[in-house]
């Protein structure tokens, strides 16, 4: 479900499988299979109308009796889990840098915005309130910009921290999500209207503290790494 990229523009999936049944705990025991979009079997419904990201296809994937030979197996037989971790050790980097350009995007438009925009005969960015809020949105937007580097200096050194990832991940989503709500506040009702923009960056925005392990996921890789195995 929710497959990104799913449907039509796909012509293959990595499908995490359960390899071993009798394994415990059951990731284990799951391997990960390279699977053609055109096998007998396999189906695809569109999820419908999305708030956000709608240039992104995003589908259900339906698997029937699909056979495909033991050489499309990826990686290592029943390391298909681990695999998929280092995977998002990387993904979520790129979440972060997405979920970065959307908050820099939504920021760029509002600061525009109230350096032309005239409101009781002076322009709105000398309104202290509004030099506040542009304040906090460039600091958090700072602030996600070098975790996220850092986090991706990191991996192109080789020094893989799934707790680095995590924090990047889910500090430059909240900030994604905060600026571009704080950029529909300083539009007021034009922030709205899908002329300005900055509503599209809103509803972009929120999918990034979903994707890839919503924050909640992020908060147990971090507390793991932070306190080892309690005994």
């Not at 053609?36 to 569109?46: C, I, K, L, P, Q």
């Not at 300083?186 to 809103?202: D, H, K, N, S, T």
Request: glycine fraction near 8%; aromatic fraction near 10%; hydrophobic fraction near 40%.
């Amino acid at each position: 479900m929710f497959i990104t990229n799913g449907g039509p523009l796909a012509g293959f999936y990595s499908v995490l499988c359960q390899t071993d049944p009798e394994a415990s705990p059951g990731y284990r025991g799951m391997s990960l299979i390279l699977v053609e979009a055109d096998r007998t079997g396999v189906s695809t419904t569109d999820v419908g109308a999305k708030m956000g990201i709608r240039m992104m296809h995003t589908a259900e994937v339906t698997f029937k009796d699909v056979r495909v030979p033991s050489s499309n197996l990826i990686g290592k037989e029943n390391k298909g889990f681990y695999q998929v971790l280092e995977f998002f050790d990387e993904s979520r980097i790129l979440i972060a840098a997405q979920a970065l350009g959307t908050a820099q995007g939504a920021f760029d438009r509002a600061l525009a915005y109230i350096k032309s925009r005239e409101q009781f005969g002076r322009k709105i960015a000398q309104f202290q309130v509004n030099q506040h809020k542009l304040a906090d949105m460039a600091t958090k937007i700072e602030m996600a910009r070098l975790m996220t580097y850092k986090a991706a200096w990191n991996f192109d050194q080789g020094r893989i921290d799934p707790k680095l990832t995590s924090m990047a991940k889910m500090a430059a989503a909240r900030a994604a999500v905060e600026v571009c709500d704080e950029a529909i506040q300083l539009l007021g009702g034009y922030g709205y209207m899908q002329e300005y923009e900055v509503e599209r960056f809103a509803r972009d925005a929120k999918i990034t503290e979903l994707y890839e392990g919503t924050r909640e996921i992020q908060k147990n890789t971090i507390a793991s790494a932070l306190l080892g195995k309690l005994k």
